[in-house]
């Protein structure tokens, strides 16, 4: 991976042993400010973006072995960096990402036990701010406990705001000074007015329990949730990280979680690789025309393989119980089940030049031991591991999903974490081989089914965090919950809006949980599909208004793919495609709903089109009642050739 980078260090003329009342930290244009002060011994923070006063006095501290360090400490040895670097993504929104920030660090003592202190580190960006506590094993004699964040942001104006809410619709619309919420999971997203956005959520997160937003006060502030355990020695928290932006699609397109995480641990990613997969779970009882039945059997896999193989889709996941009842203790993940032969299956995708994923349960991983398990994927030439039920408690289960990544590495495995794994966290940067997660209700998962507002709301919520595995692309709308027993609900929405949340959603993995004979049924509207490419290289927020629209970019090469959700109500909207190269034309293939799409009872009526456009195309889309549209739009000339 070829990293530019450029580092202007420089300490600030403070002396490091007098202690220092109050300094300002400025983003790289000086846009965004941040003013520290420990005035009367109480320690607090305010934030100015512009001329626009976000954050009025915040407190900010610990409780650190039953003593407050919000008040009654001091500040000491500050120092200033600046950092400016590009560096490439081996799987990511974009091709490359810049990172460039001004970091601050000073050291908080507590004036009763001077011998007990913490370094805070801010990082502040043009769009946004970060900050973590860093223990260094100076301070620690027997042992350090965090007891509780202190921290109180307090915000000047009201504010409405949305949050991540496990497998069920995301909560919000709330307005703040109107609902006490005690526990608010992350990320929460917040508006302030038509202009101004925040999203609050967590970086690096590597050893403690992921945090969440304590909302329920009376007043406009907010806290952090956390339970920390004991160290005895040197360690550092995760990063508090703040995203801001003019539109809510500015904080969905925001770099911040990846750049505060450490660079790629992997010396040779090459084997790291994205695309499209066909999924075995839900086909399960599909019955084609010619009579053939999907089982979980090594024919129906050999029959997936060869329509992958045709149609420009790198793998096929193979899902649980494959070895066995899979939250059975005797199922062994290292064996088939009777039907299921892996290794001809694997001899047979390679010939095809399809990769495959194999599921792990924990149960599987922990009895018959996580390496043992892993390698002997890796030896039967799995490219992946989908990886689900992780049991135990919030940090246990961030110290196991390390291990398992870090593992998975080890044996040139991808892993994709489904059943309400830990939230991303820009955790790819580091170990890229960390696909996508479940961070969300997966289309058609769980045993409900959710409707249009919440696929909306994922795109703008949900992924802020990092890409996601929804499952998207169902065709048989009409029918596939009633003859596939991993089908349990009737699925809402529209089939254009199935093509459409493949763009919408960033992942990895864009795991497509249909039959092959139902994409082949809509062989014109499966094109779109086909022609995606294994791996996205630009991802852009065109339009979007939480819980009503979305539209999202996606270039492809010379190519865009432009996707685009509404909730329950029929709309339309006005796309700029001013992202296209000026002195170009190309023509849209235009994928469309229907004028009697209803997400409930027209599901599977579409249209086909084609128009030219150019830099200069206001194209008016529109949406049928829970419905989608999406767009390929081809380069076909420059003005000049």
């Not at 900010?60 to 407050?68: A, P």
């Not at 965090?465 to 169902?474: R, S």
């Not at 939480?546 to 996707?563: C, E, H, M, T």
């Not at 004028?595 to 409930?600: A, I, Q, V």
């Given at each position: 991976?070829?990293?530019?980078?450029?580092?202007?260090?420089?300490?600030?003329?403070?002396?490091?042993?007098?202690?220092?009342?109050?300094?300002?930290?400025?983003?790289?244009?000086?846009?965004?400010?941040?003013?520290?002060?420990?005035?009367?011994?109480?320690?607090?923070?305010?934030?100015?973006?512009?001329?626009?006063?976000?954050?009025?006095?915040?407190?900010?501290?610990?409780?650190?072995?039953?003593?407050?360090?919000?008040?009654?400490?001091?500040?000491?040895?500050?120092?200033?960096?600046?950092?400016?670097?590009?560096?490439?993504?081996?799987?990511?929104?974009?091709?490359?990402?810049?990172?460039?920030?001004?970091?601050?660090?000073?050291?908080?003592?507590?004036?009763?036990?001077?011998?007990?202190?913490?370094?805070?580190?801010?990082?502040?960006?043009?769009?946004?701010?970060?900050?973590?506590?860093?223990?260094?094993?100076?301070?620690?004699?027997?042992?350090?406990?965090?007891?509780?964040?202190?921290?109180?942001?307090?915000?000047?104006?009201?504010?409405?705001?949305?949050?991540?809410?496990?497998?069920?619709?995301?909560?919000?619309?709330?307005?703040?000074?109107?609902?006490?919420?005690?526990?608010?999971q992350i990320p929460m997203v917040m508006q302030f007015h038509d202009d101004r956005f925040m999203a609050i959520h967590e970086a690096e997160i590597t050893e403690f329990a992921p945090f969440s937003i304590a909302a329920s006060s009376k007043d406009k502030s907010l806290g952090f949730n956390i339970a920390y355990s004991k160290r005895n020695k040197s360690f550092k928290t995760s990063w508090r990280a703040f995203m801001l932006g003019e539109k809510v699609g500015d904080l969905v397109e925001s770099d911040l979680l990846v750049n505060l995480n450490e660079p790629n641990k992997i010396i040779d990613p090459s084997w790291i690789k994205g695309g499209k997969s066909l999924w075995d779970w839900r086909v399960l009882?599909?019955?084609?025309?010619?009579?053939?039945?999907?089982?979980?059997?090594?024919?129906?896999?050999?029959?997936?393989?060869?329509?992958?193989?045709?149609?420009?889709?790198?793998?096929?996941?193979?899902?649980?119980?494959?070895?066995?009842?899979?939250?059975?203790?005797?199922?062994?993940?290292?064996?088939?089940?009777?039907?299921?032969?892996?290794?001809?299956?694997?001899?047979?995708?390679?010939?095809?030049?399809?990769?495959?994923?194999?599921?792990?349960?924990?149960?599987?991983?922990?009895?018959?031991?996580?390496?043992?398990?892993?390698?002997?994927?890796?030896?039967?030439?799995?490219?992946?591991?989908?990886?689900?039920?992780?049991?135990?408690?919030?940090?246990?289960?961030?110290?196991?999903?390390?291990?398992?990544?870090?593992?998975?590495?080890?044996?040139?495995?991808?892993?994709?974490?489904?059943?309400?794994?830990?939230?991303?966290?820009?955790?790819?940067?580091?170990?890229?081989?960390?696909?996508?997660?479940?961070?969300?209700?997966?289309?058609?998962?769980?045993?409900?089914?959710?409707?249009?507002?919440?696929?909306?709301?994922?795109?703008?919520?949900?992924?802020?965090?990092?890409?996601?595995?929804?499952?998207?692309?169902?065709?048989?709308?009409?029918?596939?919950?009633?003859?596939?027993?991993?089908?349990?609900?009737?699925?809402?929405?529209?089939?254009?809006?199935?093509?459409?949340?493949?763009?919408?959603?960033?992942?990895?993995?864009?795991?497509?949980?249909?039959?092959?004979?139902?994409?082949?049924?809509?062989?014109?509207?499966?094109?779109?599909?086909?022609?995606?490419?294994?791996?996205?290289?630009?991802?852009?927020?065109?339009?979007?208004?939480?819980?009503?629209?979305?539209?999202?970019?996606?270039?492809?090469?010379?190519?865009?793919?432009?996707?685009?959700?509404?909730?329950?109500?029929?709309?339309?909207?006005?796309?700029?495609?001013?992202?296209?190269?000026?002195?170009?034309?190309?023509?849209?293939?235009?994928?469309?709903?229907?004028?009697?799409?209803?997400?409930?009872?027209?599901?599977?009526?579409?249209?086909?089109?084609?128009?030219?456009?150019?830099?200069?195309?206001?194209?008016?889309?529109?949406?049928?009642?829970?419905?989608?549209?999406?767009?390929?739009?081809?380069?076909?000339?420059?003005?000049?050739?």
């Amino acid at each position: 991976m070829k990293i530019k980078i450029s580092v202007i260090l420089f300490l600030l003329g403070l002396v490091s042993c007098s202690d220092q009342i109050d300094f300002q930290l400025f983003s790289p244009s000086g846009e965004l400010k941040i003013n520290v002060s420990n005035l009367n011994n109480s320690s607090a923070f305010t934030l100015i973006n512009g001329s626009d006063t976000i954050l009025t006095s915040s407190k900010i501290g610990l409780k650190i072995n039953g003593l407050s360090f919000a008040e009654n400490v001091s500040f000491r040895d500050f120092k200033k960096s600046e950092i400016d670097e590009t560096w490439e993504t081996i799987i990511g929104k974009q091709t490359t990402v810049n990172n460039h920030y001004n970091e601050y660090k000073w050291k908080v003592a507590n004036n009763k036990q001077s011998s007990l202190f913490y370094e805070i580190v801010f990082r502040v960006y043009d769009k946004g701010f970060a900050y973590r506590y860093v223990f260094p094993s100076e301070t620690i004699q027997d042992s350090i406990k965090i007891d509780k964040e202190l921290t109180s942001l307090n915000f000047r104006e009201d504010y409405t705001y949305w949050a991540y809410n496990g497998e069920k619709h995301n909560v919000g619309p709330v307005l703040r000074a109107e609902k006490s919420i005690k526990e608010v999971q992350i990320p929460m997203v917040m508006q302030f007015h038509d202009d101004r956005f925040m999203a609050i959520h967590e970086a690096e997160i590597t050893e403690f329990a992921p945090f969440s937003i304590a909302a329920s006060s009376k007043d406009k502030s907010l806290g952090f949730n956390i339970a920390y355990s004991k160290r005895n020695k040197s360690f550092k928290t995760s990063w508090r990280a703040f995203m801001l932006g003019e539109k809510v699609g500015d904080l969905v397109e925001s770099d911040l979680l990846v750049n505060l995480n450490e660079p790629n641990k992997i010396i040779d990613p090459s084997w790291i690789k994205g695309g499209k997969s066909l999924w075995d779970w839900r086909v399960l009882g599909y019955t084609t025309e010619d009579g053939f039945e999907y089982q979980l059997n090594t024919e129906s896999h050999k029959r997936m393989i060869d329509f992958a193989a045709e149609n420009n889709i790198q793998y096929l996941l193979i899902d649980a119980d494959w070895y066995g009842d899979e939250f059975n203790e005797s199922s062994d993940p290292t064996t088939t089940r009777e039907g299921v032969d892996i290794e001809e299956c694997m001899q047979y995708a390679a010939e095809k030049n399809i990769g495959i994923i194999l599921y792990l349960n924990d149960v599987g991983a922990k009895k018959f031991g996580l390496e043992r398990v892993l390698k002997q994927f890796s030896e039967w030439g799995a490219m992946g591991v989908k990886y689900g039920f992780m049991k135990g408690g919030p940090e246990e289960k961030v110290k196991n999903t390390r291990v398992i990544v870090a593992l998975c590495a080890k044996y040139k495995l991808m892993v994709d974490f489904h059943d309400n794994p830990i939230p991303p966290s820009g955790d790819r940067r580091t170990w890229p081989n960390l696909i996508t997660k479940e961070f969300g209700h997966a289309q058609g998962d769980a045993k409900y089914s959710h409707f249009p507002e919440t696929a909306v709301n994922q795109v703008l919520i949900n992924q802020i965090a990092g890409p996601l595995d929804m499952t998207n692309g169902w065709f048989d709308l009409n029918s596939a919950h009633m003859g596939r027993p991993k089908v349990f609900e009737e699925l809402p929405g529209t089939v254009v809006a199935e093509v459409a949340k493949l763009i919408t959603i960033y992942s990895g993995w864009m795991v497509l949980p249909d039959s092959p004979e139902a994409y082949l049924n809509k062989e014109d509207l499966f094109d779109c599909i086909r022609n995606m490419p294994a791996q996205f290289d630009g991802y852009k927020v065109l339009d979007a208004v939480l819980d009503n629209y979305v539209s999202i970019a996606r270039k492809a090469g010379d190519d865009w793919f432009v996707g685009s959700l509404t909730n329950r109500e029929a709309r339309a909207i006005t796309l700029d495609l001013s992202f296209l190269s000026e002195d170009e034309k190309y023509e849209a293939i235009l994928y469309e709903d229907a004028e009697d799409s209803d997400f409930l009872t027209k599901k599977e009526s579409y249209t086909i089109r084609r128009q030219s456009v150019n830099a200069k195309t206001k194209l008016v889309v529109r949406m049928g009642k829970g419905g989608g549209h999406v767009m390929h739009i081809k380069r076909i000339s420059s003005e000049d050739e």
